[in-house]
């Protein structure tokens, strides 16, 4: 998978323009990653022994975001969430989180 330099230059604007949005962490290509994404994350890694909350950790986490929406992005676009075997893994998941 490639990523064109605008791609890439409009993760960075998102980066940069973030502390613009109160309740958003950043918004990637017109779609909103709220901040509430990162505290539940980290709420679920301290919970998990994982870590302690700490700037690093949601520095770390805010970059894990934005990276997943990117390339999330790059992935319906390419048609991957139209591939059956996607759509099975998605229903699995699904049914695995809510049972």
Partial sequence: MTFK??????????????PAFAQNLAVVNGKPIPTSRVDAIVKQVVAQGQGED???????IKKQLIEREV?????????????????????????????
């Avoid at 676009?77 to 099975?88: A, F, I, M, R």
């Fill in 71 to 99: 390339l999330m992005q790059e992935a319906i676009k390419q048609g991957y969430d139209k591939k059956p075997e996607v759509k099975l893994a998605l229903d699995n998941a699904r049914q695995a989180i809510v049972v």
């Fill in 5 to 18: 330099p605008a791609q890439l230059l409009l993760a960075l604007i998102a980066v940069i323009a973030a």
């Fill in 54 to 60: 700490s700037p690093q950790m949601r520095d770390m």
